[in-house]
């Protein structure tokens, strides 16, 4: 084969590598169930780095042993946690290791366990879980907004997560208002 | 030495070497000829390297200028920078590698590097604009599969050295920042690069195959000595077996053509991995003696009843590979004519491969356990002394230095090892000297007995 025409093979396959990230991520946006989240107080340590916002949930931090399901979970272990559909927050059920069945009105999330009995929640050993969809980039200097909300202001995130459990951010809302929302273009 | 200036004084000189008779006249063309070749291909790296720089330092300017005015741009522009940009280079690579000019080709190449780059910031920028947050070794991962596409599938050498120092990356990353204890991953991309670097025979690209598994080893060894500390000594024990299949490997290559050229850069990075490891084998505390000794002693390593099942299934696996290597060699050599000094290093092998068998199995008491690591210590050093004797006869200076430079590092490691302080030091250096003595001499006596035997040849051949 002729060196140009290598070429070419080789710059479709890098162009399909990146178009396929971008399209991954939308088929999440596109089929997944809406999940409306809550975020905790973000630790201001860590909350505002260069033009990307560190968003805390409320299901980051799960107690293992309270909640149904698996336990015993360790420091990067894959996990998936079954979460109910509330009012407005979606909250946890239980935790397992591999994709669980999903019943009306839930969501399977998928994660990875970052840290796994260092403190307690509810009395119970800790474990927290990482679904990638803590970080948020925003345009530069906007970040502050949401580092620091007013004390009116309540920020929650709507997420989209797909049939095999990964997770996206769809829209960040300021007291149920969309402040952002993911476009394709 | 095969530069212009030489060539152009060896132009002045060589007319004064014919007419004092010392070179024939017919000879003086070939000669020149000869070293402006030399010349010219040293020459070569020169617009390489600056072309390679140079896109790097155009590369970084890019991106800096796009992260300066990102905010500004809307989402289509964006992508169309991104896509464009790495498009535009590999489109003008093409041009340039498809060209018979040097400089066309060299400019090909550096632009080719800079359509890696791109790529890479590709993967990270759109991550950055669809917020894709995933585990992020993984875009590091695509990027170094990027670059070997490209190393497959044109004749760019600095593309599959990048593509190695990215696999080192992703690697690093999953050992240091999510603790894989054995990323063997890693061995799988690593093996894919090295089908273009044996196929074009590069002998950059197989120094840093070489360097990226070495550094490989390290970063693996470290996080088992933080995880895994008592099976630390197993870990070496099969890097030292698979640095010695290496080391056939490299010699190997040496009798086929087409990859003749990478053979020294395998068995020097080799022979280097069967050094480190066999001074692994030197410190005490990693075969746990220290606390075999003191039991109430809080730190240092704890001695494992015996080896886990899959250190002994490693252990054996590399093993038969290192000693079917071998044998393979010999008896491509002519199996049948060993002699005794090669015999020596070949009973040294088997004695070390039995040590590390009975290391798997040895109960952990500290009578046992001493006994294992002073016959340890004893073949290391002979091995050591065999590889320094078994290098003059090859007229290999850098395994002489560096056997030799380990040799010391070694008697070091030794005095200020706690183990030897049980026992009387200056007898154990007194023993080691009068041992050295004796083998130089033995080594003076064959080098003289061999280049008796190199005359006798010569004069029987009729040479001067």
């Known amino acids: ?185 | 030495m095969w530069d212009r200036a030489f060539v152009n004084r060896l132009r002045k000189e060589l007319p004064v070497w014919v007419e004092q008779g010392w070179v024939a006249a017919d000879r003086q063309a070939a000669i020149l000829d000869h070293a402006a070749a030399r010349a010219e291909r040293q020459t070569r790296l020169v617009p390489v390297a600056l072309a390679v720089m140079g896109v790097l330092v155009f590369g970084a300017g890019v991106i800096t200028f796009f992260a300066a005015n990102w905010d500004a741009m809307a989402k289509p522009l964006k992508l169309a920078l991104l896509f464009g940009g790495m498009w535009g280079a590999y489109a003008v690579a093409a041009r340039g590698l498809a060209h018979q000019a040097l400089g066309a080709r060299v400019l090909g190449q550096a632009l080719t590097l800079l359509g890696v780059i791109l790529f890479g910031a590709n993967i990270m920028l759109i991550a950055q604009i669809y917020h894709i947050d995933s585990h992020y070794p993984n875009g590091v991962l695509l990027w170094a599969l990027g670059a070997l596409a490209v190393a497959y599938a044109l004749p760019v050498q600095v593309v599959a050295v990048a593509g190695l120092a990215l696999a080192m990356l992703w690697s690093g990353m999953e050992i240091g920042d999510f603790e894989r204890l054995l990323h063997w991953p890693f061995l799988v991309v690593w093996a894919l690069f090295l089908v273009p670097i044996l196929g074009r025979s590069w002998r950059i690209g197989a120094a840093a195959a070489m360097l990226a598994l070495s550094v490989w080893c390290l970063m693996t060894f470290i996080l088992w000595s933080y995880d895994r500390e008592g099976e630390q000594i197993f870990l070496l024990q099969v890097y030292l077996l698979a640095a010695m299949a290496f080391l056939v490997l490299g010699a190997a290559l040496e009798s086929r053509p087409a990859v003749a050229a990478l053979s020294v850069v395998v068995r020097r990075f080799a022979l280097v991995g069967v050094l480190l490891s066999a001074h692994g084998l030197v410190y005490d505390d990693l075969y746990g003696l220290r606390r075999l000794q003191d039991p109430e002693l809080s730190w240092g390593t704890e001695r494992l009843a015996s080896a886990p099942y899959p250190w002994i299934v490693a252990t054996v696996i590399a093993l038969a590979l290192a000693v079917g290597l071998a044998a393979w060699q010999v008896r491509r050599h002519g199996g049948g004519r060993v002699d005794g000094f090669e015999r020596i290093g070949l009973a040294l092998l088997a004695a070390l491969g039995v040590l590390m068998l009975v290391n798997l199995f040895l109960p952990a008491g500290y009578g046992a356990v001493a006994a294992l690591y002073v016959a340890v210590n004893l073949i290391v050093f002979a091995g050591l002394v065999w590889l320094i004797v078994a290098g003059y006869r090859a007229g290999d200076r850098f395994q002489v230095n560096a056997a030799f430079a380990f040799f010391a590092f070694g008697m070091l490691a030794l005095y200020f090892n706690h183990f030897w302080t049980l026992m009387d030091r200056s007898l154990f250096f007194m023993g080691g000297g009068a041992l050295l003595f004796a083998g130089g001499y033995l080594l003076e006596r064959q080098r003289r007995r061999l280049i008796g035997r190199l005359s006798a040849a010569g004069e029987e051949g009729g040479a001067p």
């Open chain 1, 1 to 185: 084969m002729r060196i140009p025409l290598r070429l070419v093979v080789v710059v479709a396959l890098q162009t399909l590598a990146l178009v396929g990230m971008i399209a991954m991520k939308q088929w999440t946006l596109q089929t997944g169930t809406p999940v409306l989240l809550k975020t905790e107080p973000i630790d201001p340590r860590s909350l505002f780095r260069g033009d990307y916002v560190i968003l805390n949930y409320a299901i980051n931090d799960l107690a293992q042993g309270t909640l149904a399901g698996d336990d015993g979970f360790e420091r990067h272990d894959p996990i998936h946690v079954l979460l109910r559909e509330g009012t407005p927050y979606w909250q946890p059920v239980s935790l397992h290791r591999e994709r669980p069945e999903v019943p009306p009105g839930h969501v399977a999330i998928k994660g990875e366990v970052l840290y796994s009995g260092s403190m307690m929640v509810d009395g119970a050993r800790s474990a927290t879980v990482r679904y990638g969809i803590e970080n948020y980039f925003v345009p530069e200097g906007e970040g502050r907004a949401l580092e620091q909300p007013a004390d009116d202001e309540e920020i929650s995130i709507l997420v989209a997560v797909d049939r095999h459990g990964n997770a996206g951010i769809k829209a960040v809302l300021v007291n149920g208002e969309v402040r952002y929302e993911e476009r394709l273009f």
